[in-house]
């Protein structure tokens, strides 16, 4: 195999690629699906009936490709306060492609107030990918967000 | 280091507009995103295995190769890995599907893609390269050998070899103990056989015969997948150094229908144009064949297999995440199979799982077809492409062909 994986090629690569992306943006319009423009790309947000504010964030910077790997969540009311002892389902895919997660993730918590990590993830490709997550608080509130993802 | 960047970035920029008025495309940056991640550069070096403590020890990779094409690890003593898997036919055969001591039901797979995918066979039906390693030498069309006889050959060929790895193989002069063929799959006397050994007995010749399939994967790990015209290409597109090459009108028309309207890259993408996961593309069934459910039998089988990564045989039975978080019982299993990679696919007809189509022209106008599945359902819509785009896909996919290995280096 070549050794194409030097840094300092890499790093060329990705610079060359930046130029070159921006000349042909302007030249020719794509064949490959891009995202959609506008998508809400925040890891911080309220759910979608404003009843929790989740925050998560992948264990691994960058989010590997095609490695499982792990997310925390941080699960607060709208005011703030934790929540723990939360289920939360974790579902998601690739709209685009109609293909949901490759693996089956599952999310448990880790003991301080309002923490989970999410285990068991996997993206298999560059592009667009939702993470939605079912949340049922102890109390019987529930609620959904489903957070984009561009890799 | 700022002023070099744009100087590149201009470099590039220039050639990309001179290379317009050549007739080369230009691409989106979507596209661009895209072509980068089907480059062969951004395969890294294959994912550690730690269920196999000798995955990269190059002693242990010395043996699987002399395992790998010792045909008297079979029945009728002419069958070994490398009978189907042939070292100068990218690890295939060009048979529908292969020919042991019988013939089976399924497509020789090529091995150097293997390395990278967390799950192997065409139905993933084991969850690493040493458990696969285990299969077809038992299985009665293929090698149709026991893990006696296999202890046995190791015991008598490959003893230093094996024990220097492994530690010592267990004393199997006493035949009452030790049978000389038997195995808990396969063949009725080779059952009857190993039902009559004791559990302790058993479970030291399945830790042999593990140990056999971790050599012979530590020697697949060291087969490359090897570079092809469209990765000169790629090195063109991102001025990358190395060897640089243009693609055709056609092919890049191809190129271009591959990761657009041909939708070819949702499933065929990295740098080895496989996502690794499993796919029903409505792929016919070949009416001669038993009934074949693919992944969704697959995955139960590999959930269930003594050699699986949270077995008593693996090295790190608690790091098996793949296996822990598999998705199973979805009704997208039932009949799909293994993506494969496409690296050097015009060099290994027959295609598809059971060699159900002899050439790309077909492969591509079932794509193009889209025939419902014969069961599940079909993942894959009508393209409804047009003979020419047809015929641009097929030779992109020519410009995959893997460069020739390197011949040794002269001592």
Known sequence: MPSFSSAPRRSLVRHALCGAALLATVVFAGSAMAEPKGLDLSLDRPSDQGVFRVRIR???APIPMSR??????????????????????VDGGMPEHHHGLPTAPRATPVGTPGDYVISGLKFSMRGWWEMKLAIKA???RADRITFNLVL | MKPFRIIIGAALATSLALGATAAQPTWSAADLKTLHGLWIGELGPPPPDPSNRVADNAAA??????LFSDKRLSANGQVSCASCHQPDRAFTDALPTGHGVGVGNRRTMPIAPAVYSPWQFWDGRADSLWS????PVENPVEHGFTRLEVARRLAAQYRDAYESLFGPLPDMTDHGRFP?????????????????????????VNRVYANFGKAIAAFERTLKVRPGRFDDYLARVFAAPGPQARLSSDELAGLRLFIGKGQCATCHNGPLLSNNGFANTGVPARSDLPTDPGRAVGVRAALTDPFNCKGAYSDAPNRCDEL?????????????????????VAQRAPYMHAGQFSSLEQV????????AAPDGTSEIKPLDLTADERRQIVAFLRTLDERPAPSPKPR
């Open chain 1, 58 to 60: 992948s264990q691994a």
């Open chain 1, 68 to 89: 499982v790997h792990q997310w925390t969540v941080h699960l607060t009311d709208k005011a703030g306060l934790p929540i723990s002892g939360a289920d939360l389902t």
């Open chain 1, 138 to 140: 102890p109390d019987g």
């Open chain 2, 61 to 66: 990779a010395a043996l699987g190769g002399m």
């Open chain 2, 132 to 135: 696969q390693a285990l299969g």
């Open chain 2, 180 to 204: 000389l063929r038997a195995a808990p799959v396969g063949a009725a006397d080779a059952r009857a056989a190993w039902a009559g050994m004791t559990a302790d007995d058993q479970v030291s």
């Open chain 2, 324 to 344: 822990e978080f598999v998705v199973v019982d979805s009704p997208a299993q039932v009949r799909a199979y293994k993506v494969p990679s496409l690296r050097g």
């Open chain 2, 364 to 371: 591509v106008d079932h794509y193009s077809h889209a025939p």
